[in-house]
């Protein structure tokens, strides 16, 4: 849909302002959404839900990690931690 493609440009916006991208990088998946959820919002961009969120993280090419106290995506990591860290 059309919303989806946009969602999906505004992903590569939100990753090119907000993310530092490598392959030692990564970061837990609920700060990364709610990252982009803030970020969306105020650009005014449709928020996929986060299930939309991590399928697209993972079709970009950043895995999914489980660890024993959180759950990462690989290959990313935002660049201001502390300013979208979940409640």
């Known amino acids: 849909t059309a919303a989806y493609l946009d ?11 907000c993310c530092v991208v490598g392959v030692n990088e990564s970061d837990r998946s ?3 959404f709610a990252s982009w959820k803030i970020w969306a919002t105020q650009a ?3 928020v996929i839900p986060q ?7 993972e079709t970009r090419g950043y895995h999914p990690k489980h660890t024993a106290s959180a ?5 990313l990591r935002l660049k201001f931690a502390d300013q979208f ?3």
């Open 7 to 17: 969602a999906e440009d505004a992903l590569a916006a939100w990753i090119d302002e």
């Open 30 to 32: 609920s700060a990364l």
């Open 44 to 46: 005014q961009e449709y």
């Open 51 to 57: 299930k939309r969120f991590l399928d697209a993280m």
């Open 71 to 75: 759950r990462l995506i690989l290959g």
């Open 85 to 87: 860290a979940p409640l």
